[in-house]
């Protein structure tokens, strides 16, 4: 920050610059199943992302893949999108 003020850049482009350059990842491996449930812990977790945009919450994902019923599992990494919704 202190460069980006030595250099005169404006807010806006020093907080893409640190977005570039640093960001948190929080691992919340039953994220995917609280939000399957609407628990409001998962809104807990998007309201967080939502104030501060540089976190990224890594999940599991089970999804069923045949109609036997076999499940898959995936690993997801989820950030807000800034305009109040998940991506």
Sequence with gaps: RLLA???RLDDDTTNDLMG???????????????KKDQDPKAEDIDDLM???PHLRIAYIDA???NRSGEMG????????NGNGGIQ
């Design 63 to 65: 999804a069923r893949i």
């Design 20 to 34: 570039e350059k640093f960001g948190y990842i929080v691992s919340c491996q039953v994220y995917g199943q609280m």
């Design 5 to 7: 003020n030595l250099e």
């Design 50 to 52: 939502h104030r501060y």
């Design 73 to 80: 599992f995936y690993s997801c990494l989820v950030k807000s």
